[in-house]
C-alpha cells in the first residue's frame, strides 16, 4: 500500500465525514512514469526500503480490478474556467448513508462487479475535490491534482477491505492524499520556496490572497497582495512565478450545482493557511527528502547541485566547469543526471 513518509499525520486532518469526491481516467494519467534515465553507478544514495508492490504492479492492479471503472463518468479537464463546471456534473450524484455503504461494499468484494464499485466511487467524489484544494498552493492548477486524486480514488476503492473497521472516505482520503502528493513531488520546481520568512508566508498565503481579492471585486495585482501580506512586491512577482500562473481562478462565492453551496463551502476552514498542521507536515516532508538526496551526492554533486539548482543566482555552467577543469558540457550532464536522479529519488519515497 502506498503511503506518505509521515509518521507525524494529525489524524484529525482527515476527517471521514469529508463531503466532497471525483474520478477521472487512468488511462489518461501521467502518474506512472517509467521513463526516466537509470541512475548511474557513480551516484551514492540512502538504501530506501524495498515496497510491497512496484508501479507495474500497481497499474496492472488497477487495470485488473476496475478495468471499466473510469467509464461514464466525468473527467475533470484540463481546460480554464471548467473546475465550476465539473464542480456541477459531480453535484448530482448521491453520497451514500453509512449502511448503504456498508452493504455496497460487502456486494463489491463478494462479486467484483465494476458497477457497484463505480456507486462507491461516485459517491465519494467531492472528497477529491475537497483534499486537492487544501494543496492548491503548491500547485496552481487544481484540476491536475483532482485528475492524481482520482486515481487514488479508484484505488482506494479496489483495495478496501471494510472488516478494519475504517470508514471508506476516511481509508480513501490518505490514497488520494498519496497520489496527489506524489505528483507534486514529481512536478516539483528546484526553487527556494522556503528559504525565507517572506518567502514562506508567499508559499502559505499567496493563492488564498489572490482568491480573496477576488471575491472582494479587487484586481489582485502584484503590489496589491504586497501590501496586504507585508511583503516585498518583487517577491509577490517571483514566488507567483514560480507557483505558475495555471489559468483563470474561480470565485469562492461561485454557486455549485443547484444547491445553496458555493465554491467556498469546498474550501478548508478560514484562518492562516500556513497553520494547517497537514499541510506543513507535507512540506518540511518535501524538503527533508530533498535535504536527503543531497547528503547523499558525492561532494562535487553536491555543489553543481546547490550552485545550478537551489541557488537564486545560479552559476554559469562554465564558471563551475572551469573549477573543475571539465568542459561546460560535461556540467550541463552533470546537472540533467542530477534532475532526473531526483525525480527517481522522490518518487521511490511516495511510492
Do not use: C
Not at 18 to 25: F, K, R, T, W
Not at 46 to 74: F, G, R, Y
Amino acid at each position: 500500500m502506498a503511503k506518505i513518509n509521515n509518521n507525524n499525520k494529525n489524524n484529525n486532518q482527515s476527517d471521514p465525514n469529508y463531503d466532497v469526491e471525483v474520478l477521472p481516467s487512468v488511462e489518461d494519467s501521467d502518474l506512472f512514469d517509467n521513463d526516466v534515465e537509470v541512475i548511474e553507478d557513480d551516484h551514492e544514495y540512502v538504501d530506501i526500503s524495498p515496497k510491497k508492490l512496484t508501479i507495474d504492479e500497481e497499474v496492472e492492479l488497477i487495470q485488473e480490478t476496475l478495468p471499466a471503472l473510469a467509464s461514464n463518468l466525468p473527467v475533470p479537464s484540463k481546460l480554464d474556467n471548467k473546475l465550476n463546471q465539473y464542480l456541477k456534473d459531480i453535484s448530482r450524484y448521491e453520497l451514500l448513508s453509512p449502511e448503504q455503504e456498508k452493504l455496497l461494499v460487502k456486494q463489491f468484494r463478494e462479486s467484483g462487479d465494476i458497477d457497484l464499485a463505480k456507486k462507491l466511487v461516485v459517491s465519494n467524489l467531492r472528497l477529491v475535490v475537497k483534499i486537492a484544494m487544501e494543496y492548491r498552493s503548491a500547485h496552481a492548477n487544481v484540476m491536475d491534482l483532482i485528475q492524481e486524486g482520482n486515481i487514488g480514488l479508484m484505488k482506494a476503492v479496489s483495495l478496501f477491505e471494510p472488516d478494519k473497521g475504517a470508514k471508506l472516505s476516511y481509508y480513501a482520503s490518505w490514497w488520494i492524499k498519496s497520489y496527489i502528493l506524489k505528483f507534486i513531488l514529481d512536478n516539483f520546481k528546484l526553487v527556494k520556496l522556503g528559504s525565507t520568512n517572506e518567502q514562506k508566508k508567499l508559499f502559505y498565503n499567496l493563492m488564498r490572497e489572490k482568491e480573496r481579492l477576488e471575491a472582494q471585486g479587487i484586481k489582485p495585482d502584484h503590489k496589491t497582495i504586497a501590501q496586504n501580506l507585508d511583503v516585498s512586491e518583487k517577491a509577490v512577482a517571483l514566488m507567483d512565478m514560480r507557483l505558475g500562473e495555471g489559468g483563470s481562478e474561480v470565485s469562492i462565492d461561485t454557486p455549485v450545482g443547484e444547491s445553496s453551496s458555493t465554491m467556498g463551502d469546498l474550501l478548508p476552514d478560514s484562518g492562516d493557511f500556513a497553520e494547517d498542521i497537514e499541510f506543513q507536515q507535507s512540506l518540511k516532508l518535501l524538503q527533508d527528502n530533498l535535504d536527503h538526496f543531497i547528503q547523499g551526492l558525492k561532494p562535487r554533486d553536491q555543489e553543481i547541485f546547490r550552485e545550478r539548482l537551489l541557488n537564486d543566482a545560479p552559476r554559469s555552467l562554465q564558471a563551475i566547469a572551469d573549477d573543475y577543469g571539465v568542459s561546460r558540457e560535461r556540467i550541463r550532464q552533470i546537472e540533467a543526471r542530477l534532475l532526473e536522479n531526483l525525480k527517481v529519488y522522490m518518487s521511490e519515497i511516495i511510492r
